[in-house]
């Protein structure tokens, strides 16, 4: 009786591709082994499609021509790839890096806009002129110039690490094209944010079964970082869970480093935590931010509150803004405790317990916690527990 004919795959790169078996929820591998000249197959041990491609990709660059060394990882291939291969290959290699999100991320923008234009387009067909072409294309899509630079930094990477051929393309210096945010909120401003945010907007229904208050990530976020002056990447890692070692309630001090997460040049500093943001830590098991992403929570909110766009009131404007603040109220002389607590300059950890001290950071702690209570005067319930009457008075 003849063999069922497989259904198409679900992804393939070379021989290797991937099927779902209607008989089981992983997803399987199938190739053909040239050595043993049969058809073999494997489990990725997972049905989640997304893992499943990357265990491919993974054995397609083990396997097929043996086109990366097993233990350094550089390519043996002498043939230039498709962009997408060579992406694909580089976020493999990759996939321990640190960076690897803000990679992927950059990345998906070249390959959409080569799906757009020429999904075969090689690395040595990605040019000078091809560079021009895609920055008019991310013009389009709405993206900041410094953002199309940052992909095409991202390529040359990625064409770099995998590719016979250098990029035959000069990415430009992002600091010529940044354009750093002006916009920067007082308190008064903070906190309307927070008020915005402890708004509660559930029915009586809603209330009654107990729902969660729909608007309760944005305010953990806020929460964060105006107490962190953390980046928002570093403020959706914020853990309490044993293994990180992330939050040491005893010393108030948070390392915004998970532990066994290397350092990149966006530092993530060790900090003493303001005794307002402290409880809510403490209060905590796991994730502090149980979301991947507030961005259409932070959108509603800056439209509402009439914030300025053109990404002046992007998701670091608590961030920049707090660092404003507290770098007027403390001065030059102690300015350097602001630049440690944003991870612009590395802090002397070897004792955790003398971080809230004056000479240490203690000056700038100090001024969070009075701008904290500022902003708790002004949208009650901004830090402090809130009661259900509460809620009431302030529900629309």
């Not at 354009?179 to 008020?195: D, G, I, K, N």
């Not at 309760?216 to 929460?223: A, D, S």
């Not at 307002?276 to 909110?301: C, N």
């Amino acid at each position: 009786m003849p063999r069922k004919k497989r259904a198409k795959p679900l992804y393939q790169r070379g021989q290797y591709a991937l099927h779902a078996r209607p008989d089981r929820s992983n997803h399987e591998i199938v190739w053909y082994d040239a050595e043993s000249k049969r058809e073999r197959s494997s489990s990725t041990g997972t049905g989640d499609l997304e893992t499943s491609k990357h265990r491919l990709d993974e054995l397609y660059l083990k396997g097929e021509g043996k086109k990366f060394c097993p233990t350094c990882g550089q390519p043996r291939a002498k043939e230039i790839q498709f962009v997408t291969d060579a992406v694909a290959d580089f976020l493999t290699i990759n996939n321990a890096h640190p960076g690897h999100e803000s990679m992927r991320y950059r990345l998906a923008r070249v390959v959409k806009f080569v799906l757009a234009t020429d999904s075969e387009m090689t690395c040595a067909g990605f040019d000078e002129a091809q560079a021009v072409a895609f920055r008019a294309w991310s013009k389009k899509q709405g993206h900041a110039p410094s953002t199309a630079e940052g992909s095409l930094v991202q390529l040359a990477a990625a064409i770099r690490e995998t590719q016979p051929i250098a990029p035959l393309f000069t990415p430009a210096n992002l600091l010529s094209v940044n354009a750093t945010p002006q916009h920067r909120s007082e308190v008064a401003e903070l906190a309307a944010m927070f008020r915005y945010a402890l708004t509660d907007t559930r029915t009586d229904k809603q209330r009654e079964r107990g729902d969660p208050m729909p608007r309760e990530n944005l305010l953990r976020y806020l929460r964060a970082a105006v107490a962190t002056l953390a980046r928002p990447d570093a403020i959706h890692d914020i853990s309490t869970a044993p293994e990180t070692r992330q939050w040491n309630s005893r010393a108030r001090a948070l390392n915004l480093n998970p532990y066994g997460r290397k350092q990149t040049r966006k530092r993530r500093a060790y900090i003493p935590i303001a005794k307002q943001f402290a409880k809510h830590l403490d209060a905590t098991e796991g994730l502090y931010l149980p979301v991947a992403s507030i961005r259409t929570a932070w959108e509603t909110m800056r439209e509402e509150l009439k914030l300025p766009g053109n990404r002046e009131s992007g998701w670091k404007l608590p961030r920049r803004s707090m660092a404003s603040l507290v770098r007027d109220r403390i001065g030059e002389t102690n300015y350097p405790q602001v630049k440690r607590f944003m991870g612009h300059a590395a802090a002397d950890v070897t004792d955790i317990y003398a971080l809230a001290k004056p000479e240490q950071l203690g000056i700038a702690l100090a001024e969070i916690e009075k701008i904290i209570d500022e902003i708790e005067s002004l949208a009650p319930g901004a830090y402090r527990k809130i009661t259900a009457k509460s809620l009431a008075i302030r529900s629309v």
